[in-house]
T-cell receptor, first 110, second 112 residues
Framework: KNEVEQSPQNLTAQEGEFITINCSYS?????LHWLQQHPGGGIVSLFM???GKKKHGRLIATINIQEKHSSLHITASHPRDSAVYIC????????????FGGGTRLMVKP | DADVTQTPRNRITKTGKRIMLECSQT?????MYWYRQDPGLGLRLIYY???????NKGEISDGYSVSRQAQAKFSLSLESAIPNQTALYFC???????????FGPGTRLTVL
């Protein structure tokens, strides 16, 4: 079983819909990251969380440490949000290196 | 100009050839990383370096070697490429005191 699991693997939405992407992990962590990989391949960091909730524009990330679960929400989705969203954890048993989930491929249709 | 650059962006090579992928950064970060990405799998760490004199193996270092020529440069070599090394390769950097990693644009490598 992978240490970091994301669901769903693929998601298609209509423009304007509220989107939720989930990330579950099985190890003790010091931080969790959400990243976005554009269709051209480039990867950018969206959020780093160790507790609670963070918001940036239409993106909201939450984490529940006790349940070992994080969600990334996109409000009022737009076709330009189409990308792969990647969850990564900084875990104590990986020498404090990042362990990545397999990603969620999101397509937002106009 | 991009803060983290990778060359080449695309490369097709044959089994047995030696290949070098290069990464340069202008962010002034001490820490640099090489990852590979395969379809459906998460990014996996190949090697990382916390400074010029520090090189560490990652999760999947077999078949790869690295060189940290300067703070700004970190190269990944495939000594004798094989088809299952076909993947997208990313370089990343981070500041020692912070957690965010900054990724290069990626190198798509195909080994025939």
């Amino acid at each position: 079983k992978n240490e970091v699991e994301q669901s769903p693997q693929n998601l298609t939405a209509q423009e304007g819909e509220f989107i939720t992407i989930n990330c579950s992990y099985s190890v003790g962590i010091s931080a969790l990251h959400w990243l976005q990989q554009h269709p051209g391949g480039g990867i950018v960091s969206l959020f780093m969380l160790s507790s609670g909730k963070k918001k940036h524009g239409r993106l909201i990330a939450t984490i529940n440490i006790q349940e070992k679960h994080s969600s990334l929400h996109i409000t009022a989705s737009h076709p330009r949000d189409s990308a792969v969203y990647i969850c990564a954890v900084r875990s104590y048993n990986a020498g404090n290196m990042l362990t990545f989930g397999g990603g969620t491929r999101l397509m937002v249709k106009p | 100009d991009a803060d983290v650059t990778q060359t080449p962006r695309n490369r097709i090579t044959k089994t047995g050839k030696r290949i070098m992928l290069e990464c340069s950064q202008t962010k002034g970060h001490d820490r640099m990383y090489w990852y590979r990405q395969d379809p459906g799998l998460g990014l996996r760490l190949i090697y990382y370096s916390f400074d010029v004199k520090d090189i560490n193996k990652g999760e999947i270092s077999d078949g790869y070697s690295v060189s940290r020529q300067a703070q700004a440069k970190f190269s990944l070599s495939l000594e004798s490429a094989i088809p299952n090394q076909t993947a997208l390769y990313f370089c990343a950097t981070s500041d020692g005191g912070a957690d965010t990693q900054y990724f290069g644009p990626g190198t798509r490598l195909t080994v025939l």
